[in-house]
């Protein structure tokens, strides 16, 4: 078994569950704005126009227009994140560690140079691009990723451990390790 691509696999698993994380976030948020954008103008109007010509009229005429450039700011504050670009930028990490790592799969008992020196050079140029698109993850969130990539290492095995304490991802009680943040087995 080669040792340096079960690496490779983890690492694009790792990147998986924090691509797919990243994304359900963004597309939340997503659906949370589009919500917003539609159902702000119609409450307003219909308030405004139940309270026309009554005491409320001012409060109401009020409260639409502190909320309509409430609305205006949350368009303009999401224009600048570029969330559509981000979501295109996630799903496209996403995509190409399912490939990394499906093609880490394949090649786990791989001898051949010539497979092996295209792999690992495909895969550096795919972590160059996680690193920069990864890089404020917080430890909690990197460790919690890594047990799930051990989870899915190895299709149908459930014997893997954390090579750095020896404890299982399946059995999660928070401990010290670095790596998987599980509490170690093997003393360090």
Same mark, same amino acid.
């Given at each position: 078994? +080669? @040792?340096?691509?079960? *690496?490779?696999?983890?690492?694009? =698993?790792?990147?998986?569950?924090?691509?797919?994380? $990243?994304?359900?976030?963004? +597309?939340?948020?997503?659906?949370?704005?589009?919500? =917003?954008?539609?159902?702000?103008?119609?409450?307003?109007?219909?308030? *405004?126009?139940?309270?026309?010509?009554?005491? !409320?009229?001012?409060?109401? /005429?009020?409260?639409?227009?502190?909320?309509?450039?409430? !609305?205006?700011?949350?368009?303009?504050?999401? =224009?600048?994140?570029? =969330? /559509?670009?981000?979501? %295109?930028?996630?799903?496209?990490?996403? @995509?190409?560690?399912?490939? &990394?790592?499906?093609?880490?799969? @394949?090649?786990?008992?791989?001898?051949?140079?010539?497979? !092996?020196?295209?792999?690992?050079?495909?895969?550096?140029?795919? /972590?160059?691009?996680?690193?920069?698109?990864?890089?404020?993850?917080?430890?909690?969130?990197? #460790?919690?990723?890594? $047990?799930?990539?051990?989870? #899915?290492?190895?299709?149908?095995? +459930?014997?893997? &451990?954390?090579?750095?304490?020896?404890?299982?991802?399946? $059995?999660?009680?928070?401990? +010290?390790? %670095?790596?998987?943040?599980?509490?170690?087995?093997?003393? %360090?």
């Amino acid at each position: 078994m +080669n @040792k340096r691509v079960e *690496q490779i696999r983890t690492d694009a =698993l790792v990147a998986k569950t924090l691509y797919t994380k $990243r994304l359900r976030v963004a +597309n939340g948020f997503k659906v949370a704005i589009n919500i =917003l954008i539609i159902i702000t103008p119609i409450l307003f109007i219909a308030a *405004q126009y139940v309270t026309k010509g009554t005491a !409320l009229a001012g409060l109401t /005429d009020t409260t639409a227009f502190i909320g309509s450039i409430l !609305l205006l700011c949350l368009a303009i504050y999401t =224009l600048s994140i570029n =969330l /559509d670009g981000n979501i %295109q930028k996630n799903v496209i990490g996403l @995509k190409n560690n399912v490939y &990394v790592a499906s093609e880490a799969l @394949k090649l786990i008992d791989e001898v051949s140079d010539e497979k !092996l020196n295209w792999f690992y050079t495909y895969v550096a140029e795919m /972590d160059t691009v996680d690193a920069d698109a990864l890089s404020n993850v917080s430890e909690e969130e990197r #460790q919690k990723a890594y $047990r799930s990539a051990l989870m #899915q290492l190895k299709p149908g095995d +459930n014997s893997v &451990v954390c090579p750095i304490c020896g404890a299982s991802p399946f $059995r999660y009680t928070k401990g +010290n390790c %670095q790596v998987c943040g599980n509490k170690p087995v093997i003393i %360090q």
